[in-house]
């Protein structure tokens, strides 16, 4: 990985909730998990898309989701 330092203006309210949402420890952190959920969302977006409808969301699958997410944290 190659790390760039950049200067940026940035919602100090939106970083504190998204660093509280994704429970990471610096700013730096939370924007890069940022970047990599918008990564992960344009691929999931991509993979239902392809599946033409075939995939519906039930509700067991929606609470093993929230049952892994906060197994990482």
């Known amino acids: 990985m190659s790390i760039k330092r950049k200067s940026h203006n940035l919602d100090a ?3 504190r ?3 509280r ?5 610096t700013e730096t952190e939370t924007i890069h998990q ?3 959920a918008v990564l992960i969302g344009e691929q ?6 392809s599946t ?8 067991e699958f929606v609470k093993q989701m929230h049952r892994e ?3 990482r944290r």
């Open 13 to 15: 309210g939106l970083l």
């Open 17 to 19: 909730r998204a660093q």
């Open 21 to 25: 949402a994704l429970g990471t420890p």
């Open 34 to 36: 940022a970047l990599r």
């Open 44 to 49: 999931l977006v991509a993979a239902l898309e």
């Open 52 to 59: 033409s409808g075939r995939v519906e969301f039930r509700p």
């Open 69 to 71: 997410r906060r197994r």
